[in-house]
T-cell receptor, first 113, second 114 residues
Framework: GESVGLHLPTLSVQEGDNSIINCAYSNSASDYFIWYKQESGKGPQFIID?????DKRQGQRVTVLLNKTVKHLSLQIAATQPGDSAVYFCAENSGTSYGKLTFGQGTILTVHP | DTEVTQTPKHLVMGMTNKKSLKCEQH?????MYWYKQKAKKPPELMFVYSYEKLSINESVPSRFSPECPNSSLLNLHLHALQPEDSALYLCASSLGTGPQETQYFGPGTRLLVL
């Protein structure tokens, strides 16, 4: 079936480094992608989104890149801080009209001081 | 304000109990969702309400019964649950259910079924 997946389940970085979290998706019809951050004991928090008519979008310290040719999505976090430590999920909208999101398996980001 | 609230934060119930989870948002969103999340796994969609009508049921067992009393409230009624139903139950909302709508999540209710 269609799925959204991640290349790396864990990522460990030093404070101040840049982090890159990757996500592969398989539904070529998907036209909307979201990155969520989930801290321990909390619900997923919206970070940034991107539509399929774009290949890059920037937020505060975060950038999402979309490569539709290879169905790849990445989240770049600049100057990573200990507060960025969390599980990061990519999610895609399957293209139906009901807002159904399909989540990737998640990447655990650990930032060491 | 992108806040979705959920009560209770934690719930312990026996297999014969009846309980309800509650979710509320005041962002004027017309779509609301229930997700189930097991430890170290991504959220899994259970139900979608659009304009207070159930639009998606992801083949969820009948021991879970959703209810949308009005556009701001979403309930999940629980009855005769099994221990494997223990999980984090997340509520989310979005402005609509179009293909490019952002879903905003609540903090979840952590449920333990004994």
């Amino acid at each position: 079936g269609e799925s959204v997946g991640l290349h790396l389940p864990t990522l460990s970085v030093q404070e101040g480094d840049n982090s890159i979290i990757n996500c592969a998706y398989s539904n070529s019809a998907s036209d909307y992608f979201i990155w969520y951050k989930q801290e321990s004991g909390k619900g997923p928090q919206f970070i940034i989104d991107i539509r399929s008519n774009m290949d890059k979008r920037q937020g505060q310290r975060v950038t999402v890149l979309l490569n539709k040719t290879v169905k790849h999505l990445s989240l770049q976090i600049a100057a990573t801080q200990p507060g960025d430590s969390a599980v990061y999920f990519c999610a895609e909208n399957s293209g139906t009209s009901y807002g159904k999101l399909t989540f990737g398996q998640g990447t655990i980001l650990t930032v060491h001081p | 304000d992108t806040e979705v609230t959920q009560t209770p934060k934690h719930l312990v119930m026996g297999m014969t109990n009846k309980k309800s989870l509650k979710c509320e948002q005041h962002m004027g969103h017309r779509a609301m969702y229930w997700y189930k999340q097991k430890a170290k796994k991504p959220p899994e969609l259970m139900f979608v309400y659009s304009y207070e009508k159930l639009s998606i049921n992801e083949s969820v067992p009948s021991r879970f019964s959703p209810e949308c009393p009005n556009s701001s409230l979403l309930n999940l009624h629980l009855h005769a649950l099994q221990p494997e139903d223990s999980a984090l139950y997340l509520c989310a909302s979005s402005l609509g259910t179009g293909p490019q709508e952002t879903q905003y999540f609540g903090p979840g209710t952590r449920l333990l079924v004994l």
